[in-house]
């Protein structure tokens, strides 16, 4: 019988540790979903500050540029308006074939 008692004991104690282990390892995983999503997280502010800074590095540089071509159309309007009739000759011809 003591041999029965200690084999019920060893398998209650290995029912615990079992237990405790399942307990450690589901907090382990709680905690590296925790960290994966953060990283995620982190990753996505960095990008969307990235896209943001871009944009807004395009319009300025879009801005300077209108001005630009402004300023030439400005100084010379008659080249321009040439340039622009060869160029809607150009797109039409090329729009009908």
């Not at 979903?33 to 300025?60: F, L, P, S, W, Y």
Request: with cysteine.
């Amino acid at each position: 019988m003591t041999e029965s008692k200690s084999a019920e004991m060893d398998l209650a104690a290995f029912r615990d540790d079992l237990a405790a282990l399942r307990a450690d390892v589901s907090s382990l995983i709680e905690h590296v979903k925790g960290e994966a999503t953060d990283k995620v997280q982190n990753a996505a502010e960095q990008i969307d500050r990235g896209a943001r800074g871009i944009c807004h590095e395009m319009g300025a540089e879009g801005e300077r540029s209108a001005k630009a071509v402004g300023a030439w159309v400005e100084k010379q309007p008659v080249l321009a308006l040439l340039i622009a009739l060869g160029v809607g000759y150009i797109g039409a011809r090329a729009f009908l074939r």
